[in-house]
């Protein structure tokens, strides 16, 4: 079984700058959820991915966007980067069946994001 | 909306020692899912436990194991028999039973293991 994989492991970006970053789900999972971790901070879901649509999103704005692809992986796309988008970024894989959500979420090691 | 609080930033314990590390949680509905997630400094977020808000019984994963107490709203994790791999921060995490899986996460808790 493969489990929930991330690139880039690190990246280093200028304010204004626009950043993607990529997400496999574990083999089986067809559902990928995006969170936000600040230093020191609880992780802050960002979006929800399932059948290659936003199903769910919480509070940041537009220039947070994603995508899924058919082989269920995942881009979270970062426009006009602001200083405060420095965090850890964490992608979750899951199943969902028929609507319904499997409870359990299980993470990548996530994408250090610095912006200068 | 929830909320979850872990009122101990930080902990540390003797190997070998038991620790409890709490959390307590905000939410209208009755059906909900609650977990603990360890993050040691890999990053690397590790599902540790989970309980169905719907099942009495407290959840137990070897050294692992919650007092899930529904009326309280508090779900504390118990590690006995600590080893210096349990070293890391501890997510107490809530998950509506419907809906999407938005995972709402606390501040978390610094456990250390002194050997």
């Known amino acids: 079984e493969t489990g929930v994989t991330q690139s880039p492991t690190h990246l280093i970006k200028t304010r204004g700058q626009q950043v993607t970053l990529r997400c496999s789900s574990q083999s089986g999972h067809n559902t990928v959820s995006w969170y936000q971790q600040a230093l020191g901070q609880g992780p802050q879901f960002i979006f929800q991915?399932?059948?290659?649509?936003?199903?769910g999103r919480g509070n940041f704005p537009p220039r947070f966007s994603g995508l899924q692809f058919p082989n269920y992986s995942s881009e979270l796309n970062v426009n006009a980067l602001e200083l405060d988008d420095s965090a850890l970024y964490l992608c979750?894989?899951?199943?969902?069946?028929?609507?319904?959500?499997?409870?359990?979420?299980?993470f990548g090691p996530g994408t250090r994001l610095t912006v200068l | 909306a929830q909320t979850v609080t872990q009122s101990q930033p930080e902990m540390s314990v003797q190997e070998a020692e038991t620790v409890t590390l709490s959390c307590t949680y905000d939410?209208?509905?009755?059906?909900?899912?609650l977990f603990w997630y360890k993050q040691p400094p890999s990053r690397q977020m590790i599902l540790v436990i989970r309980q169905e808000a719907y099942k009495q019984q407290n959840a137990t994963e070897n050294r692992f194991s919650v007092n899930f107490q529904k009326a309280a709203k508090s779900f504390s994790l118990k590690i006995s028999d600590s080893q210096l791999g349990d070293t890391a921060m501890y997510f107490c995490a809530f998950r509506s039973y419907f809906g999407n899986e938005k995972l709402t996460f606390g501040t978390g808790t610094r456990l250390t293991i002194i050997p």
């Open positions: 991915y399932y059948r290659e649509e936003e199903n």
């Open positions: 979750a894989s899951s199943l969902t069946t028929s609507g319904l959500a499997t409870d359990t979420q299980y």
């Open positions: 939410t209208s509905e009755s059906n909900y899912y």
